[in-house]
C-alpha cells in the first residue's frame, strides 16, 4: 500500500505549511500528493507550485469538479502540468452534487450522471491519445456542439500539443454504488471519501470487477497524539460540514454514502442540526466510533494496530489529511 499526501482546498487564504508538507513527504517516500477544490482555491494551481518544488512524488487532484470546467479543458490542464512534472500528472475528477454544480457553477446538475460522467472522461481520453479530431455525439458533452443555441459551424479539433501520455491516469470520485461500479470499467482508479477497513462489504458488490492496476485511493485524516477523542474533533467537523452542509437536505450524497455505511439515523440528525442553523451540535453529533473507523488517529501504537486493517484490504494508496511533519513521518516509518 502506497502512501499519499492530501492537502485538500484552501480556506480562508492559501495554507503557508503545504509546500513544506509536500516537500517533506516528497523526501519521506510519500508516492503522491493531491489537491482539491470546492468553491474557492481551484486544485490545479497549487498543484503546479508544488510540482515546480519537487521532482519525484506524484500529483494528483482529488477532486477537480467537473463543472468547473469542459472536458476539453480539464484535458488541457493535465496534459499541460503533466509535461511540466514530467509525466507524475493524476486526474481525480468528481461530479459534486446538485447545490455546489447549480449553486456555485450555474449550470444545471445532469438529470444522468452516470451518462455525463462517461462522456467527460470519454473526451477526456480522446484528447490524451490524439489519434483523431473529438468526436462525440453525446447528451452533455457533444464535440461539436449541435445545441439549437450554437451556429452549427464548429469544426471537430484535436489538441495542438502533443500529450506526454496518452495514458494518463484519470480517477473518480465515485460514491453511489453504480457510480462506483462504472469507475471500474471507464477509469483507472477511484477516489473514496470514506472508507472504513471494517466495512469492506458495503463496496463489494460495486468492486467485484475491478481490473488489475486499478488504484482504491480512499483520503483517511491522520494524528499522532495522546488524546483520541481531542484528535478525533477535526475529523468530526469535516464530516459535520460534508454530511450537514454540503447538499441540499433531500439530496445529500454524503449523507446517504454515511447510511449505507451503518448509521442513518445519525446521519439525518447531523442535517437536521447543520441545517437549522446549530452546526455546533451537528458536529458533536458525528459519532466517534464512525470518525474513528475512516481516521488513523492517536498514539503511535494505535495507529500501527489500525494501519494493518487498511493495509489488509484492496486500498492500493491510502491518501493520508496529515497535519504536521512528525504524523508524517510516523506513518511512513509504520508503512515501510
Not at 462504472?182 to 470487477?209: E, K, M
Request: proline share 7%; glycine share 10%.
Amino acid at each position: 500500500m502506497r502512501l499519499g499526501l492530501a492537502l485538500g482546498y484552501w480556506g480562508r487564504g492559501p495554507d503557508p505549511a503545504h509546500l513544506d508538507l509536500a516537500t517533506e513527504a516528497e523526501n519521506l517516500g510519500y508516492d503522491s500528493v493531491w489537491t482539491a477544490e470546492a468553491w474557492g482555491s481551484d486544485a490545479f494551481t497549487p498543484l503546479t507550485w508544488i510540482a515546480a518544488h519537487t521532482s519525484r512524488i506524484r500529483l494528483g487532484t482529488a477532486i477537480a469538479q467537473m463543472a468547473a470546467r469542459t472536458p476539453t479543458a480539464t484535458a488541457m490542464q493535465a496534459l499541460t502540468l503533466d509535461h511540466l512534472s514530467g509525466g507524475r500528472m493524476m486526474l481525480g475528477l468528481g461530479l459534486s452534487g446538485p447545490q455546489v454544480v447549480e449553486g456555485w457553477y450555474g449550470r444545471p446538475f445532469p438529470a444522468s450522471p452516470l451518462t455525463a460522467t462517461r462522456e467527460y472522461v470519454d473526451v477526456i481520453r480522446q484528447v490524451l491519445r490524439r489519434e483523431g479530431p473529438v468526436a462525440l455525439d453525446g447528451r452533455f458533452h457533444s464535440h461539436p456542439y449541435r445545441g439549437e443555441d450554437g451556429t452549427g459551424i464548429g469544426k471537430p479539433l484535436k489538441p495542438i500539443t502533443h500529450p506526454l501520455r496518452a495514458d494518463l491516469p484519470v480517477l473518480l470520485g465515485a460514491e453511489g454504488p453504480k457510480n462506483i461500479a462504472q469507475t471500474t470499467r471507464i477509469a483507472d482508479g477511484w477516489l473514496p471519501l470514506y472508507w472504513s477497513p471494517t466495512r469492506t462489504d458495503v463496496y463489494q458488490a460495486s468492486l467485484a470487477d475491478v481490473p488489475e492496476g486499478f488504484m482504491i485511493a480512499p483520503m483517511a485524516r491522520a494524528k499522532v497524539c495522546d488524546d483520541v477523542s481531542e484528535g478525533l474533533l477535526p475529523v468530526k467537523a469535516m464530516l459535520g460540514f460534508y454530511i450537514g452542509g454540503m447538499g441540499h437536505a433531500a439530496r445529500n450524497f454524503h449523507a446517504d454514502l454515511m447510511a449505507r455505511m451503518g448509521y442513518e439515523e445519525e446521519a439525518r440528525r447531523i442535517q437536521e442540526l447543520f441545517l437549522a442553523g446549530r452546526k455546533e451540535e451537528a458536529v458533536l453529533a458525528v459519532p466517534d466510533a464512525f470518525a474513528d473507523e475512516i481516521s488513523l488517529i492517536g498514539p503511535r501504537e494505535r495507529i500501527a494496530e489500525r494501519l494493518e486493517l487498511w493495509r489488509k484490504g484492496p486500498v492500493t494508496d491510502l491518501l493520508l489529511t496529515a497535519p504536521d511533519p512528525h504524523t508524517l513521518r510516523v506513518l511512513a516509518e509504520l508503512n515501510s
